[in-house]
């Protein structure tokens, strides 16, 4: 009995998160800190809650204070309204849940609990806010981190310039690549059979050329005349 009163108690250290959905598609979205202890709205973009398409009973509206249980959300008078929990559905909000004061209703947002307040193609989606405590000032261990990931993000540009290219390597560079090339240039005369170097023609060999481009030898008679 215990255990269930307190699951359903608001955490009231927390802050609060507001979702606009048009249709399906999500418009705005609004996030409040624990400092804020109550959120107004009204159709205005200077408003705390600059909220539209609903009917609002006065401007601005009470949407939402702080109190010792947690945060109550007062609800605009024609919005349809839906609750659900981690991981579960949405369903109706029962008239047991609601408070009515004055003729006006309200819920009481408990810790993992989301609210969906529908009307016409508008939905408001109310939770608590996913950080519920401030950030804390920074400690010594913390300035620690951060020297030492100063230094080694100051110690990258020095070590590129202490390591890195001088004239000495890129001619070096560069004459490994010459090198490299001249060995592919090689491999490839080798494969064509060009590696062998050319030798000088002998006169026999010439002789032999220079009959064969002469032609088959012709008897010509002593007496054939030619003008």
Same mark, same amino acid.
């Given at each position: 009995?215990?255990?269930?009163?307190?699951?359903?108690?608001?955490?009231?250290?927390?802050?609060?998160?507001?979702?606009?959905?048009?249709?399906?598609?999500?418009?705005?979205?609004? =996030?409040?800190?624990?400092?804020?202890?109550?959120?107004?709205?009204?159709?205005?973009?200077?408003?705390?809650?600059?909220?539209?398409?609903?009917?609002?009973?006065?401007?601005?509206?009470?949407?939402?204070?702080?109190?010792?249980?947690? /945060?109550?959300?007062?609800? &605009?008078?024609?919005?349809?309204?839906?609750?659900?929990?981690?991981?579960? +559905?949405?369903?109706?909000? &029962?008239? =047991?849940?609601?408070?009515?004061?004055?003729?006006?209703?309200?819920?009481?947002?408990?810790?993992?609990?989301?609210?969906?307040?529908?009307?016409?193609?508008?939905?408001?989606?109310?939770q608590g806010s996913v950080v519920k405590e401030r950030v804390g000032?920074?400690? /010594?261990?913390?300035?620690?981190?951060?020297?030492?990931?100063?230094?080694?993000?100051?110690?990258?540009?020095?070590?590129?310039?202490?390591?890195?290219?001088?004239?000495?390597?890129?001619?070096?560079?560069?004459?490994?690549?010459?090198?490299?090339? +001249?060995?592919?240039?090689?491999?490839?005369?080798?494969?064509?059979?060009?590696?062998? &170097?050319?030798?000088?023609?002998?006169?026999?060999?010439?002789?032999?050329?220079?009959? +064969?481009?002469?032609?088959?030898?012709?008897?010509? &008679?002593?007496?054939?005349?030619?003008?």
């Open positions: 009995m215990l255990t269930r009163e307190m699951s359903t108690k608001a955490k009231a250290d927390g802050g609060l998160y507001f979702e606009l959905y048009w249709g399906e598609n999500l418009a705005e979205a609004w =996030s409040y800190g624990r400092e804020q202890t109550r959120v107004h709205a009204a159709p205005d973009e200077k408003a705390p809650l600059p909220l539209y398409g609903f009917t609002l009973p006065e401007e601005p509206f009470l949407m939402a204070e702080r109190t010792e249980r947690g /945060w109550r959300i007062h609800l &605009p008078p024609k919005v349809q309204v839906e609750h659900k929990q981690r991981g579960d +559905a949405f369903t109706a909000v &029962p008239d =047991s849940q609601r408070v009515q004061d004055q003729g006006r209703a309200s819920v009481t947002l408990t810790d993992g609990m989301t609210l969906r307040l529908t009307e016409g193609q508008l939905s408001l989606l109310v000032p920074l400690q /010594w261990k913390d300035m620690g981190w951060l020297a030492i990931v100063g230094l080694l993000f100051l110690s990258l540009p020095v070590g590129f310039l202490i390591a890195g290219p001088t004239p000495e390597r890129a001619a070096e560079s560069n004459a490994r690549a010459l090198q490299l090339a +001249a060995e592919k240039e090689a491999a490839r005369r080798k494969a064509m059979g060009l590696d062998t &170097p050319m030798r000088p023609i002998t006169d026999a060999e010439r002789e032999q050329q220079q009959a +064969a481009d002469a032609g088959p030898e012709v008897n010509i &008679p002593a007496s054939f005349r030619m003008r």
